[in-house]
């Protein structure tokens, strides 16, 4: 550690910020500063050793889930009347869930719960691991297989 590097305080549920270096190609990076907790999807895809065709991956199906409106429950459901004005669901969202679907379809019932546990929810591998009943070093492994299989849906490997 640097001399002249401020030691990171973490946040109230263990947060930190991490300044890295995201691979966008095999040539090129960009820098950012992330904040997140040790052990989840941003914490160990997001930093400089990372695989950048996993971490877009991720944030591809995780952008995807957010478009669609079901990463949080505070999502307005579908029968849901906004002033008596909305009328359908927008196309894009539509899209979202559409591609969605292709993907659970392709990657899996479980891998992708455990892939919204992971690059959606900011779940801990740790956390999942418990949730599952298994081993976190095992289900580091699993996950890791389904980010690849994710990666493979979305054409970035």
């Not at 907790?37 to 950048?52: I, L, Q, V």
């Not at 292709?102 to 900011?122: E, N, Q």
Request: overall charge neutral; aromatic content about 10%.
């Amino acid at each position: 550690m640097k001399a002249d590097r401020k030691p990171m305080l973490p946040g109230y549920d263990g947060t930190i910020e991490i300044e890295t270096a995201v691979r966008m190609t095999a040539t090129r990076s960009e820098p950012r500063i992330l904040r997140c907790r040790p052990g989840t999807f941003s914490w160990r895809y997001g930093r400089k050793s990372a695989d950048a065709s996993l971490y877009h991956a991720g944030v591809r199906f995780a952008e995807l889930w957010e478009i669609a409106g079901v990463a949080d429950n505070r999502s307005p459901s579908f029968e849901q009347k906004i002033a008596g004005q909305w009328k359908s669901i927008p196309d894009a969202r539509l899209e979202a869930m559409d591609k969605i679907e292709a993907a659970r379809s392709d990657i899996g019932k479980w891998g992708t719960a455990r892939l919204v546990d992971y690059c959606v929810m900011g779940t801990s591998a740790a956390d999942i691991a418990t949730k599952y009943g298994s081993d976190e070093r095992a289900m580091a492994h699993v996950l890791y297989e389904d980010l690849r299989a994710c990666a493979a849906h979305f054409e970035f490997v």
